[in-house]
């Protein structure tokens, strides 16, 4: 089984260096040409993996059979939704300032996640949340960021605290913010009614729509993962039935978390050498070569060798951000901020869901994690930000 990952890995590795030397010495121009029809071909992709050509892989239909080809076009699709903003972006007619051309833009984005998530592939679809990073470089408003995190934390809350008590802090934190700023409201009742409306939403969000969304969208998978990364059990209220009427076993992804911790610590300082990992040469780390794989660097190069990797992709990404802004082409600066964006992305979540800091939804360790069509599309990406590199001088659009 290893032999043939091996020679599967070894195969896509070298496709991917010879597309990159073709990208090398193709016209960056192309590449300014191409975005929307590939979007449109890639969105083509993502509805065919609905249909009976998608192939099912451990609970998600994100794959493609082509009979001699079988692949994942989300991943695919991350290349067509970068260049196609950056497109978009750089048109002279766009004003990123106006609500349209913002939602607009938005929609390059959330479309795909939409159908991936349809497809059960959630956290592939979440990848696609990294490109409001570049909006954000291009005049996206503080105010998004501020909404989006304070979604997040109320959305915490709500799993952290009952209902009640979390109505009452949220009635006393519009109480005292009201109080705070008496004197303005008497020249302004439009403070007061933001104020009202915040809450309502909060109240409306934690007590209704929440409870929902765990009862009736989210699998038993989602929210044991979610559970298990705050570190509870989960509610007798959000506990799924499978088909013949049994409670679905929960606690699995702590498990594999659990694992994987164990896996990191004991490799100790300097780890216990290349192949030499007891927890994961016997298999104790479920899908250690795919989503897990920084415990199987962690045990076999211990903290020294982790630190080394996280320094590497940290100068790779500065590296990229540096490439973005000495572009003179607004089409080739977003692009990049684009890629930086999708390589943080997947950073940040697979090593925090390896060491219990973020959910486990399956994403890939760049360029590391086996996968051939994730390989592809990481070396197509970075390959063709080096083409354009190399035209930097000109305006592309």
Not at 12 to 21: M, N, P, Q
Request: proline share 3%.
């Amino acid at each position: 089984m290893k032999n043939t990952r091996y020679a599967k890995q070894a195969i896509f590795l070298g496709a991917s260096i010879v597309i990159g030397f073709i990208i090398i010495f193709m016209d960056s121009k192309f590449f300014t040409s191409i975005p929307f029809l590939g979007y449109l071909i890639g969105m083509l992709f993502l509805l065919l993996a609905l249909t009976p050509l998608g192939k099912g892989v451990k609970g998600s239909h994100s794959w493609l059979n082509l009979g001699i080809l079988t692949f994942q076009p989300g991943e695919l699709m991350k290349f067509f939704t970068a260049l196609s903003i950056a497109k978009f972006l750089s048109l002279q007619e766009v004003n990123f300032s106006t609500l349209k051309h913002r939602l607009i833009c938005a929609g390059f984005a959330v479309i795909p996640a939409f159908i991936i998530i349809m497809q059960n592939e959630t956290g592939l679809a979440l990848v696609y949340f990294s490109f409001f990073l570049a909006m954000y470089r291009e005049g996206l408003p503080n105010i998004v960021l501020i909404v989006i995190f304070s979604i997040m934390t109320l959305a915490i809350a709500t799993l952290l605290l009952p209902k009640n008590i979390l109505f009452i802090l949220l009635t006393i934190g519009a109480l005292i913010f009201l109080y705070l700023v008496r004197r303005k409201l008497r020249r302004s009742k439009e403070i007061l009614i933001l104020v009202a409306s915040i809450w309502g939403f909060g109240v409306l969000f934690s007590q209704v729509l929440v409870p929902l969304t765990f009862k009736n969208v989210l699998q038993a998978h989602h929210i044991d993962r979610i559970y298990s990364l705050i570190g509870q059990d989960v509610p007798e209220a959000y506990i799924k039935l499978n088909k013949s009427g049994k409670k679905i076993k929960t606690g699995t992804s702590d498990y594999n978390v659990r694992q994987s911790k164990i896996a990191i610590a004991s490799g100790g300082i300097f780890g216990k050498g290349f192949l030499n990992g007891t927890q994961t040469q016997y298999n104790w780390v479920p899908e250690q070569g795919t989503d897990f794989i920084f415990c199987t660097i962690g045990e076999q190069f211990g903290f020294f060798g982790s630190l080394l990797l996280l320094g590497i992709y940290s100068v790779f990404l500065l590296r990229i951000v540096h490439i973005a802004e000495r572009q003179r082409s607004q089409f080739s600066r977003i692009y990049a901020y684009c890629i930086a964006g999708i390589l943080f992305f997947h950073l940040v979540i697979n090593i925090g869901m390896t060491i219990g800091l973020a959910p486990v939804i399956g994403i890939p360790l760049p360029l590391i994690s086996y996968g051939g069509t994730s390989l592809l599309t990481f070396a197509v990406m970075i390959f063709v930000l080096i083409r354009l590199d190399a035209d930097r001088q000109m305006v592309l659009r």
